[in-house]
C-alpha cells in the first residue's frame, strides 16, 4: 500500500493559528515532487529580489517566504506519515 499523506497544518498566522493545511491522501512521491518544484520557485525568486528595486524585492522575498512554508508543510506531512505507518510496524 502506497503511503500517503496525512492533514497537516501550517502557515501559523500572528495569533498563532495554522492557516492552511496538506490534505489527506496525496501520494507521498507527488507531495515531495511538489516541494521540490516550490523551493526550486522561491530560490529563482530569492535570485531575483536581488537585483530588483526595493518595493518589488519586498513582494518577492514575502512570495519566497510562502513557497518555503508551503514546501515544509509538504515535507512535514509525509515525514509524519512515514513516521507512523513506522510506527504501525
Known sequence: MPLITHPTPFGHSLTGDCLFSVNAGIPIKLALELAAQLLSSATAL?????????KTSHSLTFASLQLVEMSKGLVDATLDSVLQADTLK
Do not use: D, L
Request: proline letters at 11%; aromatic letters at 0%; one cysteine or more.
Open 46 to 54: 530569492c535570485a531575483e529580489s536581488q537585483v530588483a528595486s526595493p
